[in-house]
């Protein structure tokens, strides 16, 4: 019977959330004992952008769709708190999850008010750059969520410094790798006719993607970027095919380029299983992208940071992954024709299972009675002070 089953509300509102938890989604569908209710913020209007998503990764229909749009964070903000509320009166949840950093993390406010527990997929990653508008709204999560998942240990040691409970904290490994391993043989198979359609050969042109706030805020820094991109690529001989978002589309066609853009294949945006194909065939790829730092490191793929900052520093021990957003072409040639050291690892394809093992048993514990942690301290002196009394 439903009504036996635990009530899990998960809130995701981009593209990245979609991906990182397709397999859990699918998995938390077929659980015997949860009740899956799904939010989708509305973040994504364009089908480009979002619903090519739905149908390829066979995610389920939401149980709730929000209009949590708006021109500015605040706006967006405000808008997908009141909205969720409503969302969590009618669902009823015993809790809700998150996944990620972005602005959908915070309609965690709604759940905390209304005293329900909250989850969190993603916890513990840091760039330490508060400028950024993902790594406010991380820290915001992690100190109001009754649960962390980590994709790393020392994420799980970051939080304990940062004052978190550790019987909050659980090490999952990445959701991207469950991803991967679910979808791999597909993204091979559909490599022959993408790299076809875009008149490239394998392992002989680069992918590029940008479209975080900082840049895409900055035109100037934007097209400084590109412009860097496209020198090396003239003087390597190698095309780009180059995603362009709506936000970049923008920019490209503004006055701030000056740029040679005769390297570039532009594109629209992809589905997950044509980009990681084409991921995989590159022979380099330029992104700020953080999941795109992973997926191409996991397909040994040469990467590209352009950024100053970043939250998965463990990227790096692959050891074909370089940060950089000014020294573009001396970055890109220190790592290109270069293999993932052998050894690199973010995690064993069993994220999905070990987040949802843990979740029902806090569920099936009344969850924030489960393992409750005091500090022996504070036991010591509530002990003498019990027996006083």
């Given amino acids: 019977m439903i009504d036996n089953k635990h009530k899990v509300m998960t809130v995701f509102g981009i593209r990245?959330?979609?991906?990182?938890?397709?397999?859990?989604?699918?998995?938390?569908?077929?659980?015997?004992?949860?009740?899956?209710?799904?939010?989708?913020t509305g973040q994504h209007y364009d089908d480009k952008l979002m619903g090519v998503f739905f149908?390829?990764?066979?995610?389920?229909?939401?149980?709730?769709?929000?209009?949590?749009?708006?021109?500015?964070?605040?706006?967006?903000?405000?808008?997908?708190?009141?909205?969720?509320?409503e969302a969590i009166k009618m669902g009823k949840p015993d809790v809700c999850l998150f996944l990620g950093d972005a602005n959908a993390?915070?309609?965690?406010?709604?759940?905390?008010?209304?005293?329900?527990?909250?989850?969190?997929v993603e916890a513990g990653m840091r760039s330490y750059d508060w400028s950024m508008p993902?790594?406010?709204?991380?820290?915001?999560?992690?100190?109001?969520?009754?649960?962390?998942?980590?994709?790393?240990?020392?994420?799980?040691?970051?939080?304990?410094?940062?004052?978190?409970?550790?019987?909050?904290?659980v090490v999952t490994g990445n959701t991207i790798?469950?991803?991967?391993?679910?979808?791999?043989?597909?993204?091979?198979?559909?490599?022959?006719?993408?790299?076809?359609?875009?008149?490239v050969k394998y392992k002989q042109f680069s992918v590029m993607t940008l479209h975080r706030d900082q840049t895409m805020n900055c035109p100037g820094l934007a097209m400084e970027i590109i412009r860097d991109v496209s020198r090396w690529?003239?003087?390597?001989?190698?095309?780009?095919?180059?995603?362009?978002?709506?936000?970049?589309?923008k920019i490209i066609d503004s006055?701030?380029?000056?740029?040679?853009?005769?390297?570039?294949?532009?594109?629209?945006?992809?589905?997950?299983?044509?980009?990681?194909?084409?991921?995989?065939?590159?022979?380099?790829?330029?992104?700020?992208?953080?999941?795109?730092?992973?997926?191409?490191?996991?397909?040994?793929?040469?990467?590209?940071?352009?950024?100053?900052?970043?939250?998965?520093?463990?990227?790096?021990d692959s050891g074909i992954c370089v940060m950089e957003n000014y020294e573009i072409e001396d970055a890109a040639n220190s790592i290109i024709g270069k293999k993932a050291n052998p050894w690199y690892s973010?995690?064993?394809?069993?994220?999905?299972?070990?987040?949802?093992?843990?979740?029902?048993?806090?569920?099936d514990k009344g969850f924030r009675n489960t393992n409750p942690y005091i500090d022996p301290f504070i036991q010591k002196h509530y002990s003498t002070y019990s027996s006083e009394r």
């Avoid at 149908?55 to 021109?71: C, V």
């Avoid at 903000?77 to 509320?85: D, G, T, Y």
């Avoid at 791999?184 to 993408?194: G, L």
Wanted: charged share 25%; with cysteine; proline share 7%.
């Fill in 16 to 40: 990245p959330d979609f991906i990182r938890a397709s397999v859990l989604l699918k998995k938390m569908i077929r659980h015997p004992k949860i009740d899956l209710q799904f939010v989708y």
């Fill in 105 to 120: 993390v915070i309609g965690c406010i709604t759940p905390l008010k209304m005293g329900i527990p909250i989850a969190h």
């Fill in 346 to 363: 973010l995690g064993d394809g069993f994220a999905a299972d070990i987040i949802i093992d843990d979740l029902v048993g806090r569920l």
């Fill in 55 to 85: 149908r390829e990764l066979n995610i389920p229909p939401p149980t709730f769709i929000l209009d949590a749009t708006g021109e500015t964070h605040a706006q967006q903000h405000a808008k997908l708190i009141v909205q969720l509320e």
């Fill in 177 to 199: 790798v469950d991803v991967i391993e679910e979808n791999e043989q597909n993204i091979t198979n559909r490599m022959p006719e993408v790299l076809q359609r875009f008149g």
């Fill in 134 to 169: 993902e790594e406010r709204n991380r820290v915001i999560i992690d100190r109001v969520s009754d649960v962390l998942y980590c994709y790393q240990e020392s994420y799980k040691y970051r939080l304990i410094q940062e004052g978190i409970n550790p019987t909050k904290i």
């Fill in 255 to 316: 006055k701030y380029n000056n740029v040679d853009m005769s390297p570039f294949i532009q594109t629209e945006p992809l589905g997950m299983l044509d980009f990681m194909a084409l991921e995989k065939a590159a022979a380099i790829e330029f992104t700020d992208s953080g999941t795109n730092q992973e997926t191409s490191t996991l397909f040994g793929t040469p990467c590209v940071v352009l950024r100053h900052c970043t939250e998965r520093p463990e990227t790096f």
């Fill in 233 to 249: 690529s003239l003087r390597n001989l190698m095309p780009i095919v180059l995603i362009v978002m709506p936000r970049l589309k």
